[in-house]
């Protein structure tokens, strides 16, 4: 898949979990794996300018994904050690005052309560699942992938779909659009979910 099929392809799948989240009020872990996600799931397709990669090799398999994985709950950590507390003060100065958003303010509060190891969980989280939403978009093209290199070459293609096809990631993009739309439509006022 092209760019916009990815993002797509990422929105379609983010816009359950975000809704599943949200209506537990959990808005700041929404927030947080919705960002994260959309930060890491393009990290594959940087093969194309590393020196020893080919693409579509390594770095669109399951390792790498663990891997990213447990770079992003080291982040995480540090985010939970050093970030989050300052971070919601900074917003609770600045953004609240301005907005009055009700959600910003939840979120802001929640920022401030995680944990460092409730990060690492969600670092974890959205390492691995970022890598592996961009290998879903990436399987089912004609090209397939290589999921469990470097431990075998097999080569994995769902379906005959190019990806430089504009057809499909135009569709793919405007599903996921639609999808997050509707989630929002359905958490908003209107929709009556929130007084």
């Known amino acids: 898949m092209y760019r916009h099929g990815h993002i797509g392809i990422a929105l379609l799948f ?17 927030g947080l794996l919705t960002l994260g996600i959309l930060i890491i799931e393009p990290l594959p397709d940087n093969d194309h300018w590393i ?5 579509r090799g ?22 939970g050690r050093y970030l989050t507390v300052p971070f919601a ?20 509060e929640q920022l401030a309560t995680l944990t460092p190891g409730t990060l690492v969980g969600l ?30 070459r097999q080569r994995i293609s769902l379906t005959n779909l190019r990806a430089a096809s504009t057809l499909a ?15 929002i439509f359905a958490l908003s006022p209107l929709a009556g979910a929130f007084p």
């Open 169 to 183: 990631n135009t569709v793919f993009l405007l599903l996921g659009l639609l999808a997050m739309g509707t989630v």
């Open 89 to 108: 003060h900074w917003l609770q100065a600045t953004i609240l005052p301005v907005t009055k958003v009700s959600a910003i303010a939840i979120m802001t």
């Open 14 to 30: 983010l816009a359950p979990i975000s809704y599943a989240l949200i209506l537990r009020n959990q808005i700041a872990l929404a």
């Open 123 to 152: 670092g974890f989280i959205v390492g691995f699942l970022g890598i592996c939403v961009h290998l879903a978009g990436d399987i089912i093209t004609v090209s397939g992938i290589q999921p469990y290199l470097p431990f075998s």
């Open 51 to 55: 020196p020893g990669l080919s693409h």
């Open 58 to 79: 390594v770095s669109h398999s399951l390792l790498a994904a663990g891997i990213v994985g447990l770079l992003c709950a080291g982040f995480g950590w540090l985010l």
